[in-house]
């Protein structure tokens, strides 16, 4: 396993190259990614077939530079060169821990102050740019697909926060324990958590810039799903707990051509440090699970991959707006309720069975989405009557 894209390098390449970056992360930022670029293609064809259309937005230009606008850029900039230069001098301290670097009270105040004069220098150059220009408002169309960043910038904030409140609510103990290192922490995400909020977010704001959230869900349909296996990827390559229970079995003779690790794997250099010590191994991530487990993150990526082409391949079919999330649902919503069955995850006991967070989240996505369905028939079924 690779805790940071640079065990990965080092063992694939034989590169030491020391990066900041933690292999989680760097797929999650793949994800949302790959995300924005599907997402944009579907829109740009919906509208190409006039499906949905561009709207009139009125915008500011010339607008002076106000004290609120300083203060704003100088404090940005005065953290960025606190932070910045700290990086370059203790490079050392930012690789070994990121999350702890950047949230840590370590930092340069020479770079600070640099950082602040510098952001107060170029905010003046744009101040006396705009002398003599008179404050207008104007209208510019604005095509749906040009809202991707800033649909993609609410995903990633609504996500995170979402998988971060549900997953603490899931495991309240670790939480009580640890509230510091359970809320920074980038392991510890529940899916369908970040799903929700980032959701309602992405309905409201583009609800209220003219996308019917109908179409909106659509075009967005096979990214989520995308975007879900990428994620998965992340977590199997990291070890970051989103295994499967205990798997002692043989591997069938029928997965014989597949490799020993796809049936089971202990996930050694976890980035956890979960399990026990690996022989002969020194460092930050030396500990692998006593026994194998299903490396469910994997399959999950190759679920997630195999149902994304499921729905672009069926996108065009579905003509009803919002029956092909509605399909979306229904596809992950089964996917997960059987990955539960094999997957170590936190149970509540109810009506004498032992349920996941996840099973009871699926379950209900999944019947949202077959009474979406048909509902959504019916309907367009009466206008046409």
């Known amino acids: 396993m690779y805790a940071t894209i640079s065990d990965m390098l080092r063992d694939l390449l034989g590169l030491n190259i020391p990066l900041p970056i933690q292999t989680f992360g760097f797929f999650m ?11 944009s293609i579907e829109l740009k064809r919906k509208e ?7 709207f009139q937005k009125q915008i500011s230009r010339n607008e002076p530079i106000t004290m609120v606008d300083y203060i704003t850029t100088v404090i940005i900039g005065a953290f960025i060169g606190f932070k910045g230069l700290e990086a370059i ?12 670097f950047i949230f840590s009270a370590k930092g340069s105040w020479f770079g600070a102050i640099a950082g602040g004069a510098i952001s107060y220098y170029l905010k003046s150059k744009e101040a006396k740019a705009l002398e003599g220009k008179k404050p207008e408002k104007v209208m510019v169309s604005v095509h749906p697909y040009e809202m991707m960043g800033n649909v993609v910038a609410i995903a990633a904030i609504g996500g995170i926060l979402g998988a971060k409140i549900f997953h603490n609510l899931e495991n309240l103990d670790d939480f009580f324990a640890d509230p510091i290192g359970s809320l920074l922490s980038f392991s510890g995400l529940t899916f369908y958590g970040g799903l929700i909020v980032a959701a309602i977010g992405i309905i409201y704001y583009t609800s209220k810039n003219g996308i019917p959230p109908l179409m909106m869900m659509d075009a967005t349909a096979p990214a989520l799903i995308l975007a879900y296996g990428l994620g998965r990827l992340g977590c199997h390559l990291s070890g970051d707990g989103d295994w499967g229970i205990d798997n002692l079995a043989a591997q069938p003779q029928w997965l014989s051509f597949l490799p020993e690790w796809t049936w089971a794997y202990n996930y050694p250099h976890n980035v956890l440090n979960e399990g026990i010590p690996i022989p002969g191994c020194e460092g930050a991530h030396c500990s692998m699970l006593q026994n194998p487990v299903f490396p469910t993150a994997f399959y999950e ?6 149902l994304f082409f499921v729905l672009w391949a069926l996108r065009k079919s579905f003509t009803i707006p919002g029956t092909l999330f509605c399909f979306y649902l229904i596809l992950n919503g089964s996917e997960r309720f059987l990955i539960e069955k094999i997957r170590v995850n936190t149970t509540y006991h109810i009506y004498g069975k032992f349920i996941t967070q996840a099973e009871i989240i699926s379950s209900v996505l999944f019947l949202a989405g077959v009474i979406g369905l048909i509902y959504l028939w019916v309907q367009a079924k009466n206008k046409l009557a």
């Open 48 to 54: 190409a077939e006039g499906l949905i259309n561009p």
């Open 301 to 306: 990526t190759l679920a997630g991959i195999f």
């Open 29 to 39: 930022a793949i994800s949302f990614a790959a995300a924005y670029w599907v997402s």
């Open 89 to 100: 001098l203790n490079y050392d301290a930012l690789v070994a821990n990121p999350q702890l």
